[in-house]
């Protein structure tokens, strides 16, 4: 049986029979087709239409631009089935029928791809079209579009001469608006179009129709490769290979007169998720210039006055499709001579918070679970819902230059760029913080939109390309800014009488529409929203996973438990010590090590010890008492001593420009004392030389102090009424002797301090797992070790044997580009490799200890992709830092809700 390439509308029957599932049949249509169809079959008015397959497309583009067998035949019998449906003729001069060709992949793309309106227009057709309606401006104007959107889609020509002659014609007519062109004027434009085509691609416009549809379809499944729809789907994590679908649509149009409208709407606030249709409408137009920015939109609430009847059809449409859906839909709709017609219906692109919001409210109207508002809201979402704000009394301070229209919340600073190559060249590679600043935005700005820190715009509505793409990737966005003129020529713009030039910095603010002159400082917002606290409160009751924190100042856990820590799983102690009353003692004690005299040695060590045990004891007791009745887990101090001490290069010029002005004799014995000091503990390769445990073992009385300090705090916080749960964690062990040492001789200290204070303490000892050794010899190490945290970072890298920091600078963005790694290992949990290693680790653990208590404290505990591994291998928590918690919490429950939450 022969492929079928080509589905009616009214033949999504069959696409479902075929591919089994919705989700196959999106894949197959793409989504705009699969949904034309769908909203067919339920009764919704749609346009006479086919769909011809991604598969199609597919195969097009691998036989190196050719249809494959049997296409083009049953297009053009579906093509026939149009006509009968609709009562027209295609390419018949007294009853032309007109068609669009429009792209539809199965994950919206919006203008990523290519689209062609008024198919089959020609100068005998439009004669024909003129008979039939009585209104030659209406017939011209299409004219003038098809042969603009042909020339610049089908035949690759530039933007610039057709947008010329555009405005060309609207100043010899005097006049700024595209709708204020007479029939004679828009005529005349038809002429000059046919010129620039002729002129720029060496051939005449093609009047053939059915070499117009031939040739618009080619240049659709063409466009899935194009450079904005591969950025776009690179950013978006959209697979390369599914293909785009076409779909053959009966033209129904706007502009036809003052009874006719065009308009995009989204059924919920793509901004906030507020319950209530928000959208942009112009009569008397086509849709390209809603989204386009070309002409001053009108808010979709003005049409319940203009076009009342229409108006309350749409509405309840849009009611329909939510419930039909069961989620916030994004249509386009034209209405012809009073008759409304839906041209596209799919779920709407929305901000991080409108998605939170509507997530909750639909679990609330019943319309979906609260298990499926779970698993609806990305984890990356809740990042984004974590935008930087302005600070509220520096945005009161700064200089507000002009208002527009909060399309994208959110808080951006950046230097001004007007193109998006620039935007991308800035933010790429010189690391430079930019605001791309454009008249409107195109598909060809989204890799500039997507470098850039911010989007502000002076033309545009709330579902305008700019809009769209902002609140899709998270970007603050500003658009329609009416009193800034931007000259994207002289790479200047103007408002209120001043000009910024390209390199100026500017503020915005996507949450209110505000924009501010110069760099105004942000914040980071707190996480008080009550539709997401519900959320993360729905979502902790299906987790099994715990989430903790990583903090090391009682201030860190306060916030951590505020976003919803359930422990402290890494407070790094070296941490305190560098604090600036602290530091100088530090070095007192490390500088002992360098006195020939052990006696002496011996006694400047402990005095340095015996000032660092109050600072450390009351760092302690700040961290029980803010986590009252949770765990902490402590990790004695891990990296090695050199890091506490000036840098050996720095000492060697101080002490050399010292010895040549030969004036302070003082401080160059002090800097000459140092020095001797930083070259003896000078290693190759400190990371992997004396620290964590050895460290430990080597200079006992440091870690002594440090469970002293722990054990001390946690007593008198017991005395005070505080449930403390302490952890001592010992750090980079790869042998179970090294641990088996440093721990027995920190439980005599443990349990010498509960005598001397009288009180006892439930307290735990256990390890990092950062060695691929200890992995491998976790059965042993659980003879000793009450408790494993996975120091993922150390165990990256050790795994790999790569520095991150070296890796990152030099290689590791060149693999990842490669694909030579499938993603980078330090942000993501290496599965097949580090995985392997803790999975191994957690099974030999516990059958030497079942109750073992397991996590992870790298940087991984905050990753999604990371948390559902952690999940499946049965960890008992992950560690993170405050402010990805809300993100873990969210994480850990689609892991044990079954879902990764990756539908691309």
Not at 301 to 307: D, G, P, S, V
Not at 823 to 849: H, Q, Y
């Amino acid at each position: 049986m022969p492929t079928k390439w080509v589905y009616r509308f009214d033949e999504v029957d069959l696409a479902e029979k075929k591919m089994k599932t919705w989700e196959g049949v999106r894949a197959l249509l793409g989504g705009k087709g699969a949904n034309l169809a769908e909203m067919t079959r339920i009764g919704v008015p749609v346009p006479p239409g086919f769909t011809i397959t991604t598969e199609a497309c597919n195969a097009y583009l691998a036989k190196k631009s050719k249809f494959p067998e049997g296409m083009w035949e049953q297009t053009l019998r579906a093509l026939k089935a149009t006509e009968a449906a609709s009562g027209k003729k295609f390419g018949d001069p007294k009853n032309p029928l007109l068609v669009s060709c429009r792209s539809g992949s199965k994950f919206s793309m919006p203008g990523m791809m290519d689209t062609v309106l008024n198919i089959g227009l020609d100068d005998e057709t439009a004669q024909g079209m003129i008979a039939l309606t009585k209104n030659e401006r209406f017939v011209y104007d299409a004219y003038r579009r098809l042969i603009q959107m042909y020339g610049t889609v089908v035949m690759g020509l530039e933007h610039r001469p057709f947008a010329d002659a555009l405005e060309a014609a609207k100043a010899k007519a005097g006049t700024i608006e595209d709708s204020k062109l007479s029939s004679a004027d828009l005529k005349e434009l038809v002429k000059t179009f046919k010129a620039i085509v002729k002129k720029h691609a060496g051939r005449d416009f093609p009047t053939d129709p059915i070499e117009q549809l031939r040739l618009a379809t080619e240049a659709v499944f063409r466009s899935w490769n194009g450079k904005r729809a591969v950025d776009y789907r690179n950013a978006a994590k959209i697979a390369h290979n599914l293909g785009t679908a076409v779909n053959i649509v009966t033209m129904v149009f706007g502009n036809m007169g003052d009874d006719c409208a065009t308009g995009v709407a989204m059924t919920r606030s793509g901004n906030t998720g507020e319950k209530a249709i928000e959208g942009d409408y112009l009569t008397n137009a086509q849709g390209e210039d809603v989204v386009a920015g070309i002409r001053l939109t009108k808010p979709i609430e003005e049409l319940a006055k203009e076009m009342p009847k229409a108006y309350n059809e749409f509405a309840k449409i849009c009611k329909r499709l939510e419930k039909h859906y069961r989620n916030m839909q994004d249509v386009e709709f034209t209405i012809e001579r009073g008759k409304l017609w839906m041209l596209q219906t799919r779920d709407g692109k929305r901000t991080a918070q409108a998605e939170v919001r509507i997530a909750v409210d639909m679990a609330e109207e019943k319309l979906i679970t609260q298990k499926e508002a779970v698993l609806r809201v990305k984890p990356e979402q809740v990042d984004f819902y974590l935008h930087p704000q302005f600070d509220a009394k520096a945005k009161k301070a700064a200089t507000k230059v002009a208002t527009g229209l909060n399309v994208s919340p959110g808080a951006a600073v950046g230097q001004i760029a007007f193109t998006a190559d620039l935007a991308e060249k800035w933010a790429k590679e010189e690391k430079k913080q930019v605001i791309m600043v454009r008249p409107e935005t195109g598909p060809s700005d989204v890799h500039g939109m997507l470098a850039a820190n911010g989007i502000l715009t002076s033309k545009g509505g709330r579902t305008s390309h700019a809009a769209l793409v902002a609140r899709q990737f998270g970007k603050p966005a500003v658009v329609g800014v009416a009193a800034l003129d931007v000259d994207t020529d002289g790479h200047k713009m103007t408002v209120g009488g001043k000009v910024y030039k390209e390199g100026d910095w500017l503020s915005i603010d996507g949450t209110t529409g505000e924009v501010f002159t110069g760099q105004v400082p942000t914040v980071v917002p707190d996480l008080s929203d009550p539709y997401l606290s519900k959320l993360l409160g729905w979502a902790d009751k299906s987790r099994r996973l715990q989430v903790w924190a990583n903090a090391d100042y009682p201030r860190d856990a306060e916030r951590a438990r505020k976003f919803g820590a359930q422990g402290i799983g890494l407070c790094r102690t070296e941490h305190m010590f560098f604090e600036t009353e602290r530091l100088p003692i530090v070095q007192q004690m490390i500088l002992a090590e360098t006195l020939s005299d052990k006696e002496a040695a011996a006694k400047q060590r402990d005095e340095a010890l015996a000032k660092l045990l109050p600072f450390q004891r009351l760092e302690f007791e700040g961290l029980f008492r803010a986590m009252d009745g949770l765990p902490v887990i402590i990790r004695l101090i891990d990296p090695p001593m050199h890091e506490f001490l000036p840098s050996h290069d720095s000492l060697i010029q101080e002490v050399t420009e010292l010895r040549i002005t030969g004036k302070d004799a003082k401080k160059l014995a002090e800097k000459e004392k140092m020095l001797a000091a930083v070259e003896m503990m000078r290693e190759a390769n400190p990371m992997l030389g004396l620290r964590g445990v050895r460290l430990g073992i080597h200079i006992p009385e440091l870690t002594k102090m440090q469970v002293r300090a722990i054990i001390e705090a946690a007593c008198k916080c017991t005395k005070d009424g505080v449930d403390v749960h302490p952890e001592i964690m010992i750090p980079l062990t790869s042998h179970v002797n090294e641990l088996k040492v440093q721990q027995t001789a920190l439980e005599e200290v443990a349990q010498q301090v509960m005598k001397e204070q009288g009180t006892k303490v439930a307290y735990k000892f256990g390890t990092m797992i950062e060695i691929p050794r200890a992995a491998l010899t976790a059965g042993e190490i659980a003879e000793y070790a009450q408790f494993f945290s996975f120091g993922t970072n150390d165990l990256t890298q050790t795994t790999f044997g790569i520095s991150r920091d070296d890796a990152e600078k030099n290689f590791l963005v060149e693999y990842t580009d490669r694909k030579i790694l499938p993603e980078n290992p330090f942000a993501s949990i290496d599965e097949d490799g580090v995985g392997k290693l803790m999975a191994m680790a957690v099974k030999d653990g516990r059958k030497t200890r079942p109750n073992l208590e397991i996590g992870i404290c790298g940087e991984h505990g905050g990753d999604p992709q990371s948390v559902w591994f952690c999940h499946k291998i049965g960890l008992n928590y992950v560690s993170c830092s405050p402010y990805r918690i809300p993100i873990a919490r969210l994480a850990a429950a689609q892991a044990a809700l079954g879902s990764k939450n990756e539908d691309k």
